[in-house]
Structure formats: structure tokens, C-alpha cells
């Protein structure tokens, strides 16, 4: 018994993934990923480029959609699985527009509330059965929280990851601006002195006499 409760808390901790990749324009990034029966798969989702992804899941035969969603910033949705099947995970940008990839963030875990019994329905020694009791709601609560800190942290993540995306574009823009106004302000001061000297006579001795 204690070795079905320590190989819940470690399969708990085993089923959380994350991958961060770039969508090309008019183009999708699909994959396939095994779910087990009784599981929620909770799906994260984040852009951290300018503009709008649109996320969809698809059930093994790939003849329904399971989950669909257009976000242009993050959104977190769980689905139930029925049955152990590979299924469909797609990020779409063919509605973006010509030369807007988008970088995006995308988090999901698997948990299970059923694949395990209470001790306390094993018939075993009864002093035994109630201290393997607390032990496995003392793991559930940990479970609990381990999930919830988890989430918490892909948050956190998903922000600073955005915010940092977001800070590299504007030193983008910031330097691409800054080297435009520079060529601008040489253009414009070349002609300024182009105009001036057009002025005066390029012979002023000539135009004395």
C-alpha cells in the first residue's frame, strides 16, 4: 500500500510538460500526445509575439474537435479524457497576416483522481490501514498543492516570458527607430548645407568684377 502511495505522488510529479515554439505564417505546428482513460488534461496556452493563435485539440480519429480557442494572450482550459489514445494538439497561424510568426508558450498536464483506492477499502490490519490512511490524505493534499504551485508557477513564468518577449521588441523598435533618425537627420542636414551653399556664387571673385 505504501508503495501504490508513493508511486502516485511520483506520477503526479512525472505528468507536466512544456514547449515554447515559433508558428510560422499561414502554416500550423501539430503533434501527437498519448492521454490516459480517466484523465483532465489542462492545456496553458500563451502568445508571446504580437497577434492571435488559434489552439485546437482533436480526438484520436481526428473527426472532432475537443477544444478550440483564439486567443491573442493566454488562456488555460482542461479537457476529460474517456479512453487511452493518442490525440491531436495544433497551433494554427494561417490566418496570420504575411511576416507575423508568433512565438508561443504552451504547458499541459495530465492528473488522475480515480486511478487510485483508499487504503482504507483494502482489507488489512485495522491499526495499520488508519496509519496508511493519513499517509495517503496527507499525499493527496500534497498533491493538491504540488498541482496548484505548479500552475501558479506556469503563470508566473508565462508573464515574464511574454514580458521579456515584449521588452526585446521594443529595444527592436527603440533601435530601429533611433538608426532612422539618425540617417533622417544626416539626410536632412546634408541638404540644409546644399541649400546654403547654393546661395553664394562658387566664383565670387568673377562675380565682383
Known sequence: MLVRILFLFQTTLALNYQLTTVVETKSKFCFFETFENGTTVTFQVQVL????????????EQTKIMLMLSTKKRFIESIQVVRKADYMVCLDNSGGLIGSDKKVLLQYSATSETDYEDP????TDHEFSETVSVIYQAIQKIRRNVLRSRQAQGMTKSSENRDNELLLNNNSLVTNVSITAVIVSLI???????????????????TMI
Open 49 to 60: 509575439s504580437r497577434g492571435e493563435i488559434n489552439f485546437f485539440v482533436y480526438n484520436p
Open 120 to 123: 482504507q477499502t483494502v482489507d
Open 188 to 206: 536632412w542636414g546634408y541638404a540644409q548645407v546644399a541649400v546654403i551653399k547654393s546661395m553664394f556664387p562658387k566664383n565670387p571673385r568673377k
